[in-house]
């Protein structure tokens, strides 16, 4: 458990990197036509990494003793792991080597947003919760 608390604590930074630059990865997948983010990073490659991480977060099941901390991991797991399959799911016609973005409206950009905006809060709880784990609060974790 404690390997896994350590990659869960690694690949947080990263994960609130990216939920910190929504609009602007939103914006440069939308705006520009063959910049590196498209060509990198493309919105199913972003479905990817955040199911990723989700499912580490369930797999470490034993680290969230409280039902409040397991209710938030199964949701955000649940949501980005339907996002995942269902984005595999969706046929993508690839031209020049870069996948197209999906076409977001204003509003729909907004509440993605809020949405990852909220994500990060969480975020930053489940590492700090990882980190004092593989840290050594594995103590304080079991007395509980």
Known sequence: MRTLAIVIAAFTPLMLLIHISTTRILRAWTDKANSWIKRSFSPRR???VEAAYWTLALAAWSLWRASGWKIAVGLFA???????????????????GVEPAP???GRMQ???????????VIL?????MALLYALGGAQAFRMQ
């Not at 980005?80 to 020049?96: I, N």
């Not at 907004?110 to 990060?120: G, K, N, P, Q, S």
């Not at 930053?124 to 700090?128: P, R, W």
């Open 46 to 48: 972003a479905l990817r």
């Open 78 to 96: 649940g949501i980005h792991l339907a996002l995942w399959v269902a984005g595999e799911l969706h046929p993508v016609h690839v031209t020049s």
């Open 103 to 105: 076409r977001l409206e």
């Open 110 to 120: 907004r509440i993605i947003v809020a949405f990852d905006l909220v994500e990060a």
């Open 124 to 128: 930053c709880a489940v590492g700090s």
